[in-house]
């Protein structure tokens, strides 16, 4: 009998209720577990936002704005960052984080109404630095390639992060825009095993498909490096080596690394997810990142929550030094963008040109 724990094609292991509901509800063994609950299903429900672009003042992070077409992602990453953001919906950050989902319809219209504000001032945008931009739902909702279609015509630079296969249907428009260089991709790579990504990330692509897709994309000319996170000890930090020799074999221009963050209720989800997945090693895994956190589950204060502290966090950071060096990436490489070339898009009534 499957573990009622699990849920095939899913991430979490439950649904903890959010951290700002006053009421909670206890889950009690009554003996008919066995009549398994319905697999969760994925609803997407529209997201009327009135603005489109966030911003941001952390210092260690590089980019002061984003844009996230998406609340939730089907991906269904346990390690998520973005889960306890769904709490603010009133919302479990676990299975609801990856079936409730919320798209945004007219994020198009509003980015244009933004872009076209004589206040505004040009600088790169984030795409995707919450929730995956081309998770499955895009198919269908084709709200990214919307933004890309406005961010084209405005010839405003962007930054995509991506870990799916589906950027290439907008190799279309990304191709010119890297011409003049507009656009630059990040790629998340976390493990090159199947079995571990089915368990950790249960509806993403392989390992193996995310570097064609780093290969094809620098083939046509849009640069794409690779981002290994989060680097979880005892996980998949074994691969690390392997992770970047394979990044740079496939054409990458950088490769980068963060260590896992768990703030909020994603501590909770991810010892759920340890326990269910790898008993054996669930205590040695929380000792370690315990230790790079200053004995808590997470810290997150500026300039250590992406690396961690202490000794483990000083050797991961090591080994992919030299693991770049070893293969020609020790410098990461700044593909800058160009600002110079935003056109202010006029609004006039439904009508929008571009000055």
Same mark, same amino acid.
């Given at each position: 009998m499957r573990n009622p724990g699990k849920h095939k094609g899913r991430g979490a292991c439950s649904s903890p209720a959010p951290r700002f509901r006053p009421v909670r509800h206890e889950a009690v063994d009554d003996g008919w577990w066995q009549d398994e609950a319905p697999a969760p299903q994925t609803v997407v429900m529209p997201d009327p936002a009135r603005t489109v672009i966030s911003r941001n003042q952390s210092p260690d992070v590089p980019f002061d704005r984003s844009i996230n077409p998406y609340r939730g992602c089907e991906h269904g990453c346990i390690y998520c960052f973005a889960r306890p953001s769904h709490a603010y919906l009133d919302l479990s950050p676990g299975l609801d984080f990856e079936t409730r989902l919320f798209a945004k319809l007219e994020a198009?219209?509003?980015?244009? &109404? &933004?872009?076209?504000?004589? #206040?505004?001032?040009?600088a790169p945008i984030v795409l995707g630095a919450n929730t995956d931009a081309y998770q499955p739902v895009e198919k269908d909702y084709r709200i990214s390639r919307g933004i890309l279609e406005v961010l084209?015509?405005?010839?405003?630079?962007?930054?995509?992060?991506?870990? #799916?296969?589906?950027?290439?249907?907008?190799?279309?428009?990304l191709v010119p825009m890297?011409?003049?260089?507009?656009v630059n991709v990040m790629v998340s790579v976390t493990t090159l095993d199947s079995e571990l990504k089915r368990r950790l990330e249960p509806r993403t692509p392989s390992g193996e498909r995310r570097l064609a897709?780093?290969?094809?994309?620098n083939e046509a000319g849009v640069p794409t490096g690779i981002l290994l996170a989060p680097v979880i000890p005892a996980i998949n930090d074994p691969e690390l080596e392997t992770i970047v020799a394979e990044s740079a074999a496939a054409g990458a221009v950088c490769v980068g690394s963060v260590i896992l963050r768990l703030p909020h209720e994603l501590s909770q989800l991810f010892r759920e997810w340890l326990q269910a997945h790898y008993p054996d090693r669930a205590g040695r895994v929380m000792k370690i990142l315990q230790s790079m956190r200053g004995g808590r589950d997470n810290d997150s204060d500026f300039g250590r929550r992406m690396r961690g502290q202490g000794p483990f966090a000083d050797l991961i950071a090591?080994?992919?030094?030299?693991?770049?060096?070893?293969?020609?990436?020790?410098?990461? &490489?700044?593909?800058?963008?160009?600002?110079?070339?935003?056109?202010?898009? &006029?609004?006039?009534?439904?009508?929008i040109s571009l000055l």
């Open positions: 198009a219209d509003r980015l244009k &109404e &933004e872009l076209a504000r004589p #206040s505004y001032r040009c084209a015509d405005c010839r405003h630079p962007v930054s995509i992060l991506t870990k #799916s296969g589906l950027i290439l249907r907008d190799l279309d428009i890297a011409r003049r260089g507009l897709v780093v290969r094809r994309l090591r080994r992919m030094q030299l693991a770049r060096r070893r293969v020609g990436l020790y410098r990461r &490489e700044q593909v800058s963008l160009d600002c110079g070339q935003f056109r202010h898009p &006029e609004v006039s009534g439904s009508q």
